[in-house]
């Protein structure tokens, strides 16, 4: 990997971590389609589809390396295969995908940091994942009996919102219907999350969160505050410390950091244990 000590970077925005920004390619081709925008009835976005199981779907939201990210597809397809789920990893960046070649070559200059963050924001993306989640459920698309979350980086936050008990209670505007989103979440080295993301979630959607020891972007008083606040919620959590590994591990994986594969091998079988447990034995 080729230096860039020798001249200045530009800042990054605000919830951009430079570990968000550091990538590892895997080998491996993705065995799932890529479906244009607008094929999944209720929905905007074009996706990535791979598992065939007509009941259990699990939405994939992707981190800033886009839907197209090799290693995000591979992913999507060990979660089809082992935990017997339709997964759907769709493009929630309006097409933008941060070219891989460039973060391996640290050449940050010519990634649109600014412009990402700026139409990206939560609140330009979260009406669409939820419009995403709900459009799983309806009978259109045939209607999934249970659905699951996985959230990686900027998933994170949105796992979180996900998991709201404003869906079910019609809290905060007509959002509400009586109904649950999502059925089970996971979150991996969450970005952009709030104390009140966390405050928020329903009692009746179990939450497994996995973090790295060092993270800038989920500190350790936001991990205590998960800790403490899914407790005094009821919620059914569980919560899993990865040390000696950084930010956005688990889709890198990248096996020239000590520890870092194995982390992120673990952290796919926790996901796929979450999601069976939740998802076929409930």
Not at 158 to 171: D, I, K, Y
């Amino acid at each position: 990997m080729s230096s860039s000590s020798s001249s200045a970077q530009p800042a990054l925005p605000s919830g951009i971590s430079p570990c968000c920004l550091t990538g590892f390619r895997w080998s491996g081709t993705p065995t799932g389609t890529a479906l244009p925008a607008g094929s999944i009835p209720g929905t905007t976005n074009a996706v990535y589809k791979t598992g065939t199981n007509p009941r259990v779907a699990i939405l994939l939201i992707h981190d800033i390396f886009g839907w197209t990210f090799p290693n995000v597809r591979l992913l999507a397809d060990h979660y089809a295969t082992e935990a017997n789920a339709c997964v759907f990893v769709p493009d929630f960046f309006d097409g933008f995908v941060c070219p891989p070649e460039l973060v391996l070559e640290e050449r940050w200059a010519e990634i649109d940091l600014e412009r990402f963050a700026k139409e990206n924001a939560r609140e330009v993306r979260e009406p669409e994942i939820f419009a995403f989640a709900k459009a799983l459920k309806s009978a259109e698309e045939g209607g999934f009996e249970k659905v699951g979350a996985v959230g990686y980086c900027y998933g994170g936050w949105a796992v979180f919102r996900l998991a709201a008990a404003e869906h079910e209670e019609g809290s905060g505007g007509s959002e509400g219907n009586g109904k649950k989103l999502v059925d089970a979440v996971t979150t991996g080295h969450p970005t952009y999350v709030t104390k009140e993301d966390i405050e928020r979630v329903s009692k009746n959607v179990p939450v497994q969160v996995l973090a790295p020891e060092f993270d800038p972007m989920y500190p350790a008083e936001l991990k205590t505050h998960t800790f403490v606040t899914l407790q005094k919620l009821g919620v059914p959590f569980e919560y899993s410390h990865f040390p000696g590994v950084l930010h956005g591990c688990f889709v890198r994986g990248d096996e020239r950091k000590k520890g870092e594969r194995e982390a992120m091998v673990r952290r796919k079988n926790a996901a796929v244990a979450w999601m069976k447990q939740w998802l076929h034995g409930n």
